[in-house]
């Protein structure tokens, strides 16, 4: 019964630190971090992580992207999936090429620093989407671009992660098991892809009409749970992100008649217990145990965390045809780590890519620049008063 206190205590918490976030103009998402990091380890120590708390972490994360793709336009998806490619190609070269760089000048081996590289080349959409949301801009076209492009960050990611385990000799992902070779691995991701179209064309509204004839109650949003859910363990399963999985079931269920019922269903479920939980871990994985004796090296890796992601990604939304405008805030869309980089620096370690000492660094690097992420997100997506919100503008 220990967990059921401590789970009434941080949604008390969350709630009120949401509405004085919100009071203040500070995106919601901010004062939940900063729940997990008051009453974490990093300060008072009331709560400490543990495998409950990471459940509800990941079924938070899960229903948030669902919810993202239920209210996503699957139109301006396909509209903007060539500059989410040129977005996402750009974010991962600039990180890899500068924070590797910058890792080696702070003495780390050439291998050990490319795989900090590969770290921060990764990127965690769950908490701008969570932003893109509050704000009413997760259905325009910085929104999609930045949902496409973290999509084929995450691929690319895989890959990059799958060479340079293969680079030690490792026999395989020692967090899922899985083998390192790189062609089965994009073969699996292919085929993922491909089942997903299936699901989005007619699985998904098969099931959901079957669900509409059962005589149980909310079958409807039970059957979309079970495509949400069935989907998110099929992308980890072949080495993709969860969350992933979850998006592309929220784009499918969307697609059918039932998209208004689920929603409503779905939206309370997360944001009353999971969501807020998923936000809460961050803060809680916080620690400022190497704050003192590497305060040169934390800051600056975050602010190259911050800044190799915004320029390298909004370049490349400049590039295909983005205003300035929009270029700045699909760069600040992609700035958060959060999951992601927690993901790919916990197979470091257990895969010998990494020392104690330096996983733990690169922990307070990516969780400094997920709480920064959405307040400069939040700026972005202010009106520009020089220039029109370019959400029709083609790229």
């Known amino acids: ?44 120590n009331w709560v400490q992580p543990n495998q409950l708390l990471n459940v509800f972490s990941d079924i938070g994360v899960i229903l948030l992207m ?104 490792t026999q395989g992902l020692k967090t899922s098991g899985q083998n390192t070779n790189i062609i089965l691995i994009l073969l699996e991701q292919m085929a993922f892809f491909g089942g997903t179209y299936l699901v989005v064309r007619w699985i998904a509204p098969y099931l959901m009409g079957i669900s509409e004839k059962l005589l149980m109650n909310s079958s409807v949003t039970i059957m979309s749970m ?82 190799t992601k915004l320029l390298g990604c909004g370049l490349g939304a400049r590039l295909t045809g983005f205003s300035w405008h929009s270029s700045y805030v699909v760069g600040t869309g992609m700035i958060s780590r959060g999951e992601m980089g927690m993901i790919t620096v916990q197979i470091g370690l257990q895969a010998g890519l990494l020392s104690n000492a330096t996983y733990s660094k690169m922990v307070l690097v990516i969780i400094l620049a997920t709480i920064i992420a959405p307040f400069m997100l939040k700026q972005a997506l202010k009106p520009n008063k020089q220039e029109p919100n370019p959400v029709s503008d083609k790229p």
């Open 66 to 169: 669902f919810i993202g793709g239920l209210e996503s336009n699957l139109a301006l998806l396909r509209r903007f999936f060539k500059p989410a490619i040129v977005v996402a190609l750009c974010g991962v070269i600039m990180p890899v090429a500068l924070m590797g760089g910058t890792a080696m000048a702070f003495h780390f081996s050439a291998f050990e620093a490319t795989y900090i590289g590969v770290i921060f080349s990764a990127t965690s959409v769950s908490i701008s989407v969570a932003v893109l949301r509050e704000y009413h801009a997760l259905d325009t076209s910085e929104g999609a671009t930045i949902l496409g492009a973290a999509v084929a960050d995450d691929i690319v990611g895989v890959i990059l992660l799958s060479v340079m385990i293969s680079l030690m000799g």
């Open 226 to 307: 079970v495509i949400c859910l069935g989907m998110a363990w099929v992308a980890d399963a072949v080495g993709l992100s969860g969350a992933v999985g979850a998006f592309f079931a929220g784009i499918a269920v969307a697609h059918t008649p039932y998209r208004e019922v689920v929603e409503a269903h779905t939206e309370p479920i997360g944001y009353a217990a999971f969501v807020p939980l998923f936000f809460v871990g961050i803060g809680l994985s916080m620690s400022f145990k190497y704050l003192g004796q590497s305060l040169g090296l934390i800051i600056v890796m975050t602010l190259l965390a911050c800044l």
């Open 1 to 44: 019964m220990n967990f059921i206190g401590t789970l009434c205590l941080l949604l008390v918490l969350t709630t009120f630190a949401g509405h004085f976030s919100n009071r203040m103009g500070i995106p919601s998402v901010i004062g939940q971090i900063l729940v997990g990091i008051v009453v974490g380890p990093a300060m008072f």
